[in-house]
């Protein structure tokens, strides 16, 4: 069974840094991909960055050249970099990753399971 454990979150003024952490079990990323998506209130889940099976990454176009994703497959472990934050970026984090059943599609990748999320908030 997949489970995804995100961390990292927190309160941080404009132009700050935060790095979320997801740790996975049950997966192999190797196979698949894995991302992370966001959700500020009111608003949709939306795809923030991918990374596939071979490593190749894809960003949203709000969040290109400030953050960076990767993962540390011998500590089953995935990470979002994320510098320059913005208000905007004020939203729940999740981490995703593909399941028994395929809920979104999204950059070439299938997701089926996400994590409980993590909330960064970005202060003006």
């Known amino acids: 069974q997949v489970q995804l454990v995100e961390s990292g979150g927190g309160s941080v003024q404009a132009g700050g840094s935060l790095r979320l952490s997801c740790s996975f079990s049950g997966y192999t990323h190797s196979s698949y991909c894995m991302g992370w998506f966001r959700q500020a209130p009111g608003k949709e889940r939306e795809g923030v960055a991918v990374?596939?099976?071979?490593?190749?990454?894809t960003y949203a176009e709000s969040v290109e050249g400030r953050w960076t994703i990767s993962q540390d497959n011998a500590k089953k472990t995935l990470y979002l970099q994320m510098n320059s934050l913005k208000p905007e970026d004020t939203a729940l984090y999740y981490c995703?990753?593909?399941?028994?059943?395929?809920?979104?599609?999204?950059?070439?990748?299938?997701?089926?399971?996400w994590g409980q999320g993590t909330q960064v908030t970005v202060a003006s």
């Open positions: 990374i596939n099976a071979f490593g190749g990454t």
């Open positions: 995703a990753a593909r399941g028994p059943s395929v809920v979104e599609r999204l950059w070439g990748c299938a997701f089926g399971i």
